[in-house]
């Protein structure tokens, strides 16, 4: 790179599918990083905001494009479910061809792009099209963004990124009805909203396209690698040496590398295989896959030819950490869109509520996020750290699971749902809803943040394709408890409903016991 023209330089930095990394991600400037959080927490929150934005506009929808209450419906209902299916195609693009930035650019555009045509809609049927093509545009943050901070932050490091990105994940379902509330006093009405994420999408692309750096991390690049041609003996001296560097640099935060991959045709068929021996002090071993057959070979790496499959993700699912991680996320998340979703009508039957006061009454939750965002920022790393200094310098992937988590799913969330629907059904004050559905999201933020990280932490390289299947599963689930949550509490009542929504959270929570019991176990079990 140092032979081009400064000129050359910028367009092919900018303007190319899959610009060079000429350093190491982590390596890059506090500064960068700063706003690398910033660009992807945007990408993030566009599926957030606008999958809420148009809320308060609900009743001019059915009114200008005589929709029947099922179509209205289906345009919150098929947003959800393609947010959990889009990220696991853009998992699995950028996985394969190495790419971060291209695929933000591509996705926004896309987003952008179906935003204005919502706005200029004049069929309730187009609009559903159009709000499905809108989850496919908005749905790659939440999944490659993952990736990104695995590249650029070390372990020891993640959980406050996660908590800064994760902020702007759930802080955007619940901007959206605020913002909506206001721009639908427009004379544009509900269409100002469709609007107003068609600019954000732009402003987005630009800033991704003049500001933003591809991260892609080529882990066997930037570990420190070193190929060495060695004798059948003079391996196991080498093996022997790598042992006692191992033990000697117990205080080591940097992983070593070794790669064996050429050797003389004298040496056995099992020692000219590609080997690849990991040494560091503080990295739990699962943190690489295990692939001893218990036959006391030498772990083995064998590189083999990358191939694009886009259900693989989906398949992730069949390893129990990952599907007790997303199960236990998928209900706390669900159980935010089903609230979500009932406050419209709640408020406006109980208290007479317009839209824009509506849309204030979704700052409760802002609050609690922001705390949520807050506290898990300030936390998470310190219990990492705590935990691994209590083992000796020795990490386990399970230490995300900090103990910040269980007051907020034992406690905090299901007292914040019972204070919702039992405040709201009694006929106590608005507050009561307001501040139920606040304390909620504070509890929601720190366990959905912790497993976020864990998950990337389980699996070094695939992080973008974890997070995708957890993703999938918790759209799946918000998506089931959306269309679910209005007729039950026509049904039963909200104080019944919410009570429904905490007993799912308690059950989720004995499954978060069992993960951090047996996760080292499970994951071995899967070869992580």
Request: glycine share 8%; charged share 15%.
């Amino acid at each position: 790179m140092s032979n081009q023209s400064p000129i050359k330089h910028v367009v092919i930095s900018r303007f190319t599918i899959r610009p060079p990394v000429e350093n190491d991600p982590r390596l890059l400037s506090s500064r960068t990083k700063a706003l690398i959080i910033v660009i992807l927490a945007m990408c993030a929150a566009s599926s957030g905001f606008s999958s809420t934005i148009y809320f308060p506009g609900i009743p001019d929808i059915t009114v200008d494009l005589n929709a029947p209450p099922i179509a209205t419906t289906l345009t919150a209902a098929l947003f959800i479910l393609f947010m959990g299916i889009a990220p696991v195609f853009w998992a699995s693009f950028s996985d394969y061809y190495r790419i971060r930035r291209f695929l933000f650019i591509l996705s926004m555009a896309i987003f952008g792009l179906a935003s204005l045509g919502a706005a200029l809609v004049t069929n309730i049927w187009g609009l559903v099209v159009l709000r499905c093509v809108q989850a496919l545009g908005a749905s790659c943050g939440q999944s490659v963004g993952a990736g990104v901070i695995a590249d650029c932050y070390p372990i020891e490091r993640r959980g406050a990124a996660f908590g800064k990105y994760f902020f702007g994940v759930f802080f955007g379902p619940l901007i959206g009805p605020i913002l909506g509330g206001f721009l639908i006093m427009s004379d544009l009405k509900w269409r100002a909203t469709f609007l107003f994420c068609f600019a954000f999408a732009f402003t987005v692309v630009l800033l991704i396209t003049f500001t933003y750096p591809e991260t892609y991390r080529e882990n066997e690049k930037w570990d420190t690698s070193l190929p060495i041609t060695t004798t059948s003996d003079s391996y196991k001296n080498e093996k022997q040496q790598q042992t006692a560097t191992k033990n000697n640099n117990d205080n080591g935060s940097e992983s070593t590398r070794i790669s064996l991959e050429q050797e003389p045709d004298n040496v056995s068929t099992n020692s000219k295989q590609s080997r690849t021996i990991a040494a560091s002090s503080n990295i739990d071993p699962a943190f690489s896959k295990n692939n001893n057959d218990n036959n006391n070979e030498d772990a083995i790496e064998i590189k083999k030819k990358k191939t694009l499959n886009p259900i693989k993700p989906f398949l992730y699912l069949r390893h129990p950490h990952v599907l007790l991680a997303s199960l236990v996320t998928a209900v706390a998340f669900g159980s935010m869109f089903a609230v979500e979703t009932i406050i419209p009508d709640l408020f406006e039957s109980n208290y007479g509520f317009v839209p824009w006061q509506t849309g204030l009454s979704y700052l409760g939750a802002g609050v609690g996020n922001l705390c949520g965002a807050f506290i898990n920022t300030f936390l998470s790393d310190r219990l990492l750290l705590r935990a691994r200094a209590k083992r000796g310098g020795h990490a386990l992937v399970e230490d995300r699971i900090g103990i910040n988590v269980w007051p907020c799913g034992f406690i905090l969330m299901p007292f914040g749902l019972l204070l919702f629907g039992w405040g709201i059904g009694t006929g106590m004050s608005y507050w009561t809803g307001i501040i139920g559905f606040g304390i909620q999201n504070f509890g929601m933020n720190q366990i959905m943040t912790a497993l976020s990280a864990y998950l990337v932490d389980s699996a070094p390289g695939i992080g973008a394709s974890f997070t995708a299947a957890a993703n999938f599963l918790r759209m799946i689930t918000a998506c089931a408890l959306t269309l679910a949550a209005n007729p039950m509490v026509k049904a039963i009542g909200p104080g019944y409903t919410c009570v429904f929504l905490a007993a799912l959270t308690y059950i989720s929570m004995g499954l978060l016991v069992i993960l951090k019991i047996y996760g080292g176990r499970m994951r071995r079990y899967s070869g992580y």
